[in-house]
């Protein structure tokens, strides 16, 4: 079995989503990113869009930012932290 990711989608005043994922994909200022169990440990600057979290069971979370963010990943933790983000399903 893959290991899972764990995931925390905040807002500077609110917990948005958190959980175990497989990947969690994300619009940065590089271009769109996929992360995986086993990532680099890494920081990049989040522009506005979708954020994808695909959950072990198959159905996805999708999150909307207006306003960008950042994202950082080390030891499968995932955090990213968005001005704001409205969870579209």
Do not use: C
């Not at 990947?23 to 271009?31: H, R």
């Not at 989040?46 to 960008?68: F, K, N």
């Amino acid at each position: 079995m893959a290991r899972e990711l764990n995931v925390d989608l905040v807002a500077a005043d609110r917990k948005i989503w958190s959980g175990s994922a497989t990947m969690v994909v994300a619009k940065t200022a590089e271009g769109e990113i996929g992360l995986l169990s086993g990532h680099e440990p890494m920081l990049a600057i989040m522009v506005p869009g979708q954020i994808r979290i695909s959950l072990a069971e198959g159905q996805p979370v999708v999150a909307e930012t207006t306003q960008g963010g950042f994202l950082s990943i080390e030891s499968d933790t995932v955090t990213l932290v968005v001005r704001d983000a409205t969870l579209v399903s």
